[in-house]
């Protein structure tokens, strides 16, 4: 079962590349890209015998993003030193791919 799921993971995974590579939007293919990524992680942890990771969805993480309140207004108008002591204390870490226009952002909230 593992191998079929991973095998169709990664299907849908090359399929939406080659859309992207084609000239589709991939703002509009993110949820499904996302979606199958998770699916492929999980089917490769079930074939490797390991746990499956624990991965928030999307609504997990706009629901941890909105109990923060208006976080653009207390970013506002906040110092320098204080944002760089929120940044590293939520170990933000962006990685900007300009021939892309991308940027991969991460956070760790213990």
């Known amino acids: ?10 299907a849908r995974l090359r399929r939406f590349q080659e859309a992207i590579a084609s000239g589709v939007d991939r703002v509009a293919l ?19 015998g390991a746990p499956a990771p624990n991965l928030l969805t ?10 923060l309140g208006d976080v653009g207004a207390a970013l ?3 110092k320098a030193d204080s944002l760089a002591n929120l940044y590293t204390g939520i ?11 991308v940027a991969d952002v991460s956070v760790r909230l213990d």
Do not use: F
């Not at 999307?58 to 109990?67: G, N």
């Open 58 to 67: 999307d609504a997990e993480v706009y629901a941890m993003v909105d109990s």
């Open 76 to 78: 506002s108008g906040a």
């Open 30 to 48: 993110v949820d499904v890209i996302n979606e199958a990524q998770r699916e492929r992680t999980a089917a490769r942890a079930e074939l490797e």
């Open 91 to 101: 170990d933000l870490q962006i990685r900007y791919e300009p021939a892309e226009n």
């Open 1 to 10: 079962m593992g191998k079929k799921r991973l095998a169709d993971a990664e």
